[in-house]
């Protein structure tokens, strides 16, 4: 049963931003640590970002200081702010959670989210 909801992805030039939400149910939003994934054509899965419930961050290598995840306590929402965006950026996003910011996860996958950097 998929229980997350991903969108703001689109299309935008190579520095632009975007903003993707993820949406879930208040006990997982307070239980698990959040995280997002992408997939790019012919390409692994991968993390991107996670976060525990108590706001400890964790980025992959390639997005470090370009992307800031963060979680809305009020709404259940985990937010992926995305600047600076490369074309190497493009794929689909996912929204998941785990049992910390170091593991992997665990929920059903969502439709994700089509994000596309090009000129």
């Known amino acids: 049963q998929v229980q997350v909801v991903e969108s703001g992805g689109g299309a935008v030039q190579p520095g632009g931003s975007l903003r993707l939400s993820c949406a879930t149910t208040k006990n997982i939003f307070n239980i698990y640590a959040m995280g997002w994934y992408r997939q790019a054509p012919g390409k692994q899965r991968e993390m991107v970002a996670r976060i525990s419930t108590g706001g400890t961050t964790n980025y992959a290598d390639s997005v470090k200081g370009r992307f800031t995840i963060s979680r809305d306590n009020a709404d259940n929402t985990v937010y992926l702010q995305m600047n600076s965006l490369k074309p190497e950026d493009t794929a689909v996003y996912y929204c998941?959670?785990?049992?910390?910011?170091?593991?992997?996860?665990?929920?059903?996958w969502g439709q994700g989210t089509q994000v596309t950097v090009s000129s």
């Open positions: 998941n959670y785990g049992r910390s910011t170091w593991s992997g996860p665990i929920g059903s």
